[in-house]
């Protein structure tokens, strides 16, 4: 059986992101796909510093291991695809978020090839510039983009009213049909030419 995890980067534990993330579970779950939600929790995530410890060492782990970057990237690499939710704060995704996603898939998270979804939640404005930034580290490592009937955006503010964005669990459902389809569609991944870097300073 695929299975899909989930990572809610809210803050809140059980708020409006955790709320559009269970919808599309749901209907994974309906159709026969396992689904982790995984919640980065309230402590710090600390940023990328690219002392590049991971590479040295080669084991597919951040050389820092004081919050929960090596949990999520032993869950990414286990599951069979990937979807990253969060709040928008200032048009922009959660800061501990994208600290986590950048780390994790620098550091050595096995997700190339692995179908991949974003979902923004906000209170009104901002959610396309945020879903944007949550899906640019996808394309880098080949992770066919799941996408729904609209952008994945749900729309609520106090604690619950994404339930009330009728749309917005719609699209949530569809997304997840999506991603069953491509998981039932189990086609080899592409083969991959060896990587050309170029610099543009010389």
Known sequence: MSKVLLINGSPRKDGNTF???????????????ETEIAWIGMRPVRGCIACGKCHELRNDKCAFDDDICNEMI?????????????PVYYGQPAG?????????FYAGAQVDNKPAAAVAVCRRG???????????????????????????IVYGMNKGEAKLDVE??????????????????????????EWQPMHFIR
């Open 168 to 193: 917005g669990m719609q699209t949530m459902r569809h997304l997840a049909r999506n991603m069953a389809w491509l998981l039932k569609n189990n086609a080899p991944s592409p083969a991959k030419e």
């Open 19 to 33: 709320l559009a993330l269970s919808e599309a579970a749901k209907t994974l779950n309906e159709l026969g796909v």
């Open 74 to 86: 032993a869950k990414m690499s286990a599951a069979d695809a990937l979807v990253v939710g969060s």
């Open 126 to 152: 901002g959610a396309t510039a945020a879903l944007q930034t949550l899906m640019m580290p996808f394309q880098l490592k080949n992770m066919p983009l799941v996408t729904s009937q609209y952008w994945n």
């Open 96 to 104: 501990q978020v994208l600290a986590l996603i950048q780390r994790a």
